[in-house]
């Protein structure tokens, strides 16, 4: 009988959590006056304060294997809502933006955007990523986004809570599919804690 009562609490709890969990939904408004964690999310500054076309924002970097030469661009102009944005360019090999780490506070949750646009309305799917690490950069958690950008501006908006004890950092991914001849605008990138709640 013991033995039927804690399984019975046990999965009680259980769906409890996994119920709060997939209601989690925060929005712009919870981040309205809190600070962008996301080093740079705007893609406003430079290495040393110097805007260079062919290279990359300061705070951020591309991963490709193999490396195409012209694989991204920092470009100005026609951003969501800034002067400068990154183009990526899909390419053959899969395509990832990351930013610089931030730190992480396990017992919180974080409201997450990113604003995308691409010259190709039936490509590939885009993912955005919240990426969790404990001290040693492993990979501890990690909350995933995709979506099919379109030709106009959009706002990819996805939440981020629940972490492992050992959760000390995050960075934020953007991931794009092979598929030649695609482009991709990425701007406005931010991350926001929101909530902070005890064990």
């Known amino acids: 009988m013991r033995l039927l009562i804690i399984c019975g609490l046990s999965l009680s709890l259980l769906l409890s959590a996994c119920f709060f969990g997939s209601t989690l939904n925060f929005t712009e408004a919870d981040a309205v006056g809190k600070p ?63 930013s610089d780490s931030f730190d992480l506070i396990p017992q919180a949750g974080y409201y997450n955007h990113v604003w995308l646009k691409t010259d190709l309305d039936n490509g590939e799917e885009v993912e955005c990523r919240f990426i969790a690490f404990d001290v040693e950069g492993n990979t501890v958690n990690q909350f995933t986004q995709r979506v099919v950008p379109s030709a106009k501006w959009t706002r990819v908006e996805f939440n981020a809570a629940f972490f492992k004890k050992t959760a000390r950092y995050g960075r934020i991914m953007v991931v794009v599919q092979p598929q030649p001849e695609r482009r991709i605008w990425i701007d406005n990138i931010g991350s926001y804690n929101v909530l902070s709640y005890s064990d």
């Open 36 to 98: 962008n964690l996301v080093p740079n999310g705007g893609f406003e500054h430079g290495i040393y304060g110097i805007y260079k076309r062919d290279t990359l924002p300061e705070h951020w970097m591309v991963l490709q294997t193999p490396r195409q030469p012209d694989a991204s661009a920092w470009e100005e102009g026609n951003g969501y809502n800034s002067a400068r944005y990154i183009r990526l360019n899909a390419g053959r090999t899969r395509l990832s933006l990351i």
